[in-house]
């Protein structure tokens, strides 16, 4: 059963900085455990990556990332040609999980952190409730 995701881009002078802003805000519907979707999404920074290696780019940055996240998605098998990722502005209320990229310009790094969520009947909006170690496979 498909499920819906969040992935927030946030660029930062280095990985995990408290100097980070969130730049770009995509959402996603995949299947799958939470350690095969952090997998998926390393897979397409490396796509992403080598695109921009090939068009000489080195905009390491989450309007730039997020932008070609969306076009690569494009060629997933079974779409027909349409992006599987799309541009948000809210998390939605069925959202199961929430992504966070950092970037890190200045070596072309990143981080992947994976939040829980819930949504809160009393404030009308999407908790982030618990990190979970997608690596790890476990709750943090």
């Known amino acids: ?73 494009a060629k997933d098998d079974g779409c027909g040609g349409m992006p599987t990722f799309g541009p948000c502005l809210e998390i939605d209320r069925g959202c199961q999980y929430v992504w966070r990229i950092f970037l890190a310009s200045k070596d072309s790094r990143h981080d992947i952190r994976c939040f829980a969520t819930d949504y809160g009947h009393k404030s009308d909006r999407v908790l982030i409730m618990k990190e979970i170690d997608w690596k790890a496979r476990k709750r943090v």
Do not use: N, Y
């Open 1 to 73: 059963m498909p499920i819906c995701i969040t992935v927030e881009f946030w660029d930062t002078w280095s990985i995990r900085d408290k100097g980070s802003w969130q730049w770009a805000k995509l959402e996603h519907f995949t299947e799958g455990s939470v350690q095969s979707i952090g997998m998926d999404l390393e897979r397409r920074l490396e796509d992403v990556r080598a695109a921009m290696k090939l068009a000489g780019s080195d905009a390491w940055t989450g309007q730039v990332v997020a932008g070609l996240m969306v076009k690569l998605s």
